[in-house]
């Protein structure tokens, strides 16, 4: 998605740990997605379990920034401002009529206090420079806007999946959590989230396909996976604050940032 940890942190895995600069991980993460997204279908917001939730936000947010989306963005289409490291993901989304804009989620192209409603779901676990990614989020959000982020949890359940995708990290979530408070975001709001199978061989069937039948892969997982996953996905469950993070793999977080 977008350019995918700060040696030395808890919250990094230790098979997360080698140091890459930026620009290596930007090559990495475009040499995974943009095939990808070449050969992918644009997923309308609508469709996602997030929908009822970001529905409810953009209501009352007409300045609305989505970083990452590659071709699976939450935000309405229409109105928001979409900034990713895929010139093929942004191509497409363009030519949806959206508002896009290369560039990194460590260096967003807006001034400060720019938005009322940001997005940044499975990212920052992807950027060497975490605290960076963090930061510039919070910048762009305007005191008492809204930041919905999405992180995968506990470095011990790191596997295979997490280096195939380009993971940097699982976050401890106590850490995750101090780092937020360190950018005055506060979360308001928690849910279990994900949508990688629960089912450990699949997901291993899963890679080994990308890896060996690609061109076939792509085709199940257009026509026929992520029709399936999005059609049964769970309703989207949140509770007030942090739900108990034991045992959960993703956390998605709605974070309002302090005013002032």
């Not at 890459?20 to 943009?34: G, P, S, T, W």
């Not at 308001?188 to 629960?198: D, K, L, Q, Y």
């Not at 396909?209 to 769970?234: E, Q, T």
Request: proline share 6%; charged share 25%.
């Amino acid at each position: 998605m977008s350019s995918k940890s700060i040696c030395g942190d808890a919250s990094i895995a230790p098979v997360a740990s080698t140091v890459r600069d930026e620009q290596e991980l930007l090559r990495a993460n475009r040499r995974f997605y943009d095939p990808l997204w070449a050969d992918s279908r644009l997923v309308e917001p609508e469709r996602f379990n997030t929908w009822p939730l970001v529905e409810s936000l953009s209501a009352r947010a007409t300045r609305r920034l989505e970083v990452g989306p590659g071709l699976r963005p939450r935000l309405p289409m229409s109105g928001t401002h979409f900034v990713d490291i895929s010139v093929t993901a942004m191509d497409k989304l363009s030519r949806r009529g959206a508002s896009v804009a290369l560039g990194s989620v460590t260096s967003l192209p807006f001034p400060a206090d720019s938005f009322d409603l940001v997005c940044s779901l499975d990212i920052v676990e992807h950027v060497d420079d975490d605290e960076r990614a963090l930061a510039e989020l919070s910048r762009v959000c305007a005191p008492g806007g809204v930041l919905l982020l999405s992180a995968p949890l506990h470095p011990a359940r790191w596997t295979a999946f997490d280096e195939l995708v380009g993971h940097r990290r699982r976050y401890e979530p106590a850490s995750l959590f101090v780092k937020l408070a360190q950018r005055r975001l506060t979360v308001a709001r928690s849910a279990v989230f994900g949508m990688r199978p629960r089912s450990s061989r699949l997901t291993r069937f899963g890679m080994w396909s990308l890896v060996h039948h690609r061109d076939r892969a792509i085709w199940w997982y257009n026509h026929v996976l992520m029709p399936l996953k999005l059609r049964f996905s769970s309703e989207l469950v949140l509770h007030d604050g942090i739900v108990d993070p034991q045992g959960v793999d993703e956390l998605l977080l709605v974070c309002r940032k302090a005013d002032g």
